[in-house]
């Protein structure tokens, strides 16, 4: 139930496309619901996080959008860049659980030029 | 965003040795700081949660005698292998939230190879 399972494992997306990568959860106390982007060698940083009572933020060219019925996430990047391929990892945090971020499983994006 | 460092940022050592790793947050007092560890091609896996002046808090399967913490001030945690082997080589990183703790900022990990 503290799983966060993260889609697709790896993508490929040509530039200036959009890239969209897929979370869901099962755990309802999860409060809120972060993005990390990583590049090789250096620790993760916060890219967009949203809270469960509002469907979407946008910020610049990244948007979550959230659906709380079905207990799913997304991440749409959109004009997609070279400069983008990176891991990005969906978490989501329950306050009861003492902060602790869980984790999906990593989705490696490459944007061809 | 907050900034959270780490030393040293990649360290060797022999098998059987004992490194120690800081975090530090440079410029927010950090009441939490976490702990994860991440293999190759993996995702972070927390290892431990600190809060400032008490023990930690370890997930299950973490050993705490060989995985030592220590968060002794609101800008500094230390993680300690003791008796490091090669299956404990990986990439650790730490992260710091303040309060609220609706954030948590990562540090830029520490590679540890063991010899």
């Known amino acids: 139930q503290q799983q966060v399972k993260q889609s697709p494992q790896s993508l490929i997306v040509q530039k200036g496309g959009i890239s969209i990568i897929n979370c869901a959860y099962e755990?309802?106390?999860?409060?809120?619901f972060p993005w990390y982007q990583q590049f090789p060698g250096k620790g993760p940083a916060l890219l967009i996080a949203i809270r469960p009572d509002v469907s979407e933020k946008k910020e610049g060219r990244f948007t979550i959008s959230f659906n709380k019925s079905a207990k799913q996430f997304s991440l749409h990047i959109m004009d997609s860049q070279p400069g983008d391929s990176a891991t990005y990892f969906c978490?989501?945090?329950?306050?009861?659980?003492?902060?602790?971020?869980?984790f999906g499983q990593g989705t490696r994006l490459t944007i061809n030029p | 965003g907050a900034v959270v460092s780490q030393h040293p940022s990649w360290v060797i050592c022999k098998s059987g040795t004992s490194v120690k790793i800081e975090c530090r947050s440079l410029d927010f007092q950090a009441t939490t700081m976490f702990w994860y560890r991440q293999f190759p091609k993996q995702s972070l896996m927390l290892m431990a949660t600190s809060n400032e002046g008490s023990k930690a808090t370890y997930e299950q399967g973490v050993e705490k005698d060989k995985f030592l913490i220590n968060h002794a001030s609101l800008t500094l945690s230390t993680l300690t292998v003791t008796s490091a082997h090669p299956e404990d080589s990986s990439f650790y990183i730490c992260s710091a939230a303040g309060t609220p703790a609706y954030e948590q900022f990562f540090g830029p990990g520490t590679r540890l190879t063991v010899l």
């Open positions: 978490a989501a945090r329950s306050l009861q659980g003492a902060q602790k971020l869980v």
């Open positions: 755990n309802t106390a999860f409060d809120y």
